[in-house]
């Protein structure tokens, strides 16, 4: 199998969003780290409910939703500036620190690179801009394109269609579990980039490979390339 | 508007998954708590990503699916003794004490009573059984029909398909903040059982009522006809 492009999610995989829970922390001492779990479960229910019931939103919008509705359920009292200041966290997340030079030696390595995420294009651009990735990738492909979130096959359908390359020969790497094993089910290669040592989805289906940060990948598109 | 058939949700609504937080907290001591939320947030997480990729597969299955990955993540050993007495507290079920005199109520007073749920039949049949409400309902309608979870179009289109009414002259009763919400986007009546004291799930829509058992319902239903 020739993997010939490599196409990443964003949250979580290339953008860390430890920092959330940081400034969580400082904003509601005692409750960073629930406001950040509580708030990222949220956004993705969100992205579920409203792609299956084809009432679309903006990502950057469904996080703030997610993000409102999350401190109601805390009882956390979220005024503007904390709301703003949780949000443009958002719009300025860090990169993982190895990313950058992992992204190079692929691009070095003659792989067109690309991002799919739930992102809007602003966010998306953002994020990169912030992460000095500029001309690293060739699209920043948001699914704002087909109004569904992943893991709608709509969603995925970005990667082969903009390469003109059937899923199999398109490696996607992804931190969430559930979204390289719904690539999986797409027909994607997919490598899993378990940062915190996370069991396995009981989803009946696993992705190709896996590792513990970016670095991984390396060794993984070497291993496809002598089989 | 005229109410002329009302249908429930069955786990939170009519059946009461309580019990499943107790016997989790025997099996694993302080760990009850977090197993039950986990498990019902993996259960639903699963419905959604098998329902996006279109990979189906029977609630019964999925439950077991999210029992087994949420004690993995929770650190906890879960033997075939433990597994089974956990899966055999969801075939077993106690319906909520206020629910089969209130639709025996709505019965008597000439509604028509069917259940929409994402449990496979036989899961239904035995939960309907244990809480003596057989012959309350006219149908058991499982989203093993049409293949897709709540919350789906062709799920919540199964009512109005089997009563032949518009979906707003239907009720749809649930606990489950988010599938009432998202059958009022549907086009449904909605009223959430809110037994909880929840907070709104923040998606730009609302339940026509809500309450805090099923008790009120009824006023619900009074209001309705006076209007």
Redesign the interface.
Known sequence: MTIQAIVFDAYGTLFDVYSIRELGEKLFPGAGQALAELWR?KQI??T????????Y?PFWEITQ??L??SC??LGLRLNLDAQSALMGQYARLQAFPENLSVLQELSTRGFKLAVLSNGNPQMLQSAVDAANMQGIFTHLLSVDLVKKFK???EAYQMAPDTFGLPAKNILFVSSNC?DA??AS??GYTTFWVNRHA??L????VRPHGEGRSLVDVLEFVDSKRNT
């Open positions: 479960d229910e969100y579920h409910l409203r792609s299956m019931s084809s009432m939103k939703d997610a409102i509705f109601k359920k893991t709608a096959p559930w094993c719904c089910w797409f996370a069991p989805e009981e989803l009946g």
